[in-house]
């Protein structure tokens, strides 16, 4: 079935990690057998072959860097500078890409309906397609000012989310907490002019709320599951996602498998010891519908090697390709296929082909 999954760092990968996406999934693990500089070398589980193989046709596609302040221990960049200038060396690595003819920057409705008739289209061999991208911004610090925002909106970035890891520039995210600041309110009200989508995954939530009063425009969740199975700030709260749903926001379900079952420990934990599998995940996604009535409100949003790989992943999940196991998982559970069809793309689709710009300015 076709997938659209709405949450990787493809360029980070390929950028900070120096993996070569368009090799196959083994030959980038045997390059990084010996290396020990990260956590998850070797078991990366996302090449562009290998979304052909699961037959992912589009992929919303992060620019990712973090500002810290001196007293901030996370990794990060020392100004905002060079924050933008550490996404514009990822933005020019899709541009090779698309150069090269392994993936297409969606910016407007049409190019989303044309890419999906390409994509199904059986005339064409599948191992040999674009890639279709949607292009998303994972923490606002490298916004600049107001005028980096226009800036990155003309080079196709259509989505943002303010937040990611601890203290940002324009809201506080994961284990922080905070209202949103002046500058912060500032970027919603100019993405809402711009008609952006605003990506609520990883606001804490001070923001979470001030967000959704604030913004009238397009929302979703790209990658987020429930705190009421995983206890933690980063998940949702139903509070967090009734209110996603009278938005009608998507919310992508997240692989990361500390996110998927309590009391894993990073680095420690086994996904066979805690019982953490796909079952599992689709446990958050039925929670989700539950609230909601209906499954109009979930996709994927996998964040597959978001600095993690198979040693931080449901059981059953490989490479991103498994992901078809999910079908059969949501036929057992009484899914109609109509139902896992838009579980799978539709949902996606369907809000894209509403909230992405008629044209180019």
């Known amino acids: 079935m076709f997938i659209v999954d709405a949450h990787l760092d493809l360029s980070m990968n390929a950028m900070e990690w120096n993996r070569d996406l368009t090799l196959p999934i083994d030959s980038i693990r045997n390059r990084e057998k010996n290396q020990t ?9 996302v090449s562009l072959p290998e979304l052909r193989k699961a037959n992912i046709g ?6 990712i860097a973090r500002f810290i302040e001196e007293s901030n221990p996370l990794s990060g960049w020392h100004s905002p500078e060079q924050a933008w200038a550490q996404t514009q060396g ?3 690595w899709y541009i090779s890409m698309e150069q090269k003819g392994e993936m297409e920057m969606i910016k407007t409705k049409d190019d989303l309906s044309n890419q999906i008739h390409y994509w199904l289209d059986e005339k064409q061999e599948t191992n040999q397609k674009k890639i279709g991208f949607i292009l998303s911004l994972e923490g606002a610090d490298s916004i600049v000012n107001l005028d980096y925002l226009h800036a990155a909106h003309q080079n196709g970035l259509r989505a ?6 601890g203290p940002g520039r324009y809201a506080n995210g994961t284990d922080a907490t905070g209202r949103l600041n002046e500058m912060g309110k500032s970027l919603l ?13 990883h606001l804490c939530d001070d923001a979470f709320w001030d967000a959704l009063e604030i913004y009238s425009g397009p929302i979703w969740a790209s990658h987020n599951n429930c705190r009421t199975l995983v206890n933690h700030n980063r998940q949702f709260s139903d509070d967090q996602i009734i209110a996603l749903i009278e ?17 894993w420990k990073r680095g420690i934990s086994k996904a066979d010891d805690l019982n953490c599998n796909l ?5 958050h996604m039925v929670h989700i519908c539950t609230l909601a009535g209906n499954v109009h ?39 109609t296929e109509e139902e896992i069809k838009k579980i799978m793309h539709q949902n996606w689709i369907d809000f894209l082909s509403i909230h992405l710009p008629a044209s180019l300015e």
């Open 58 to 63: 589009i992929v919303v596609a992060t620019l």
């Open 247 to 263: 938005r009608n926001a998507i919310i992508g379900g997240v692989m990361d498998a500390w996110m998927i079952v309590p009391d």
């Open 160 to 165: 943002i989310g303010p937040a990611h890891y």
């Open 297 to 335: 409100h979930i996709g994927i949003g996998s964040d597959l090697d978001g600095a993690f790989g198979y040693e931080q992943c449901p059981s059953d999940l490989n490479t991103i390709a498994d992901l078809q196991l999910l079908i059969d998982i949501f036929s057992k559970r009484g899914f």
């Open 90 to 92: 990822q933005l020019a």
């Open 279 to 283: 079952e599992r995940l689709v446990d």
């Open 37 to 45: 500089d990260k956590p998850d070398r070797g078991h990366n589980m």
């Open 189 to 201: 009200h100019e993405m809402n002019s711009l008609n952006m989508i605003l990506d609520v995954t």
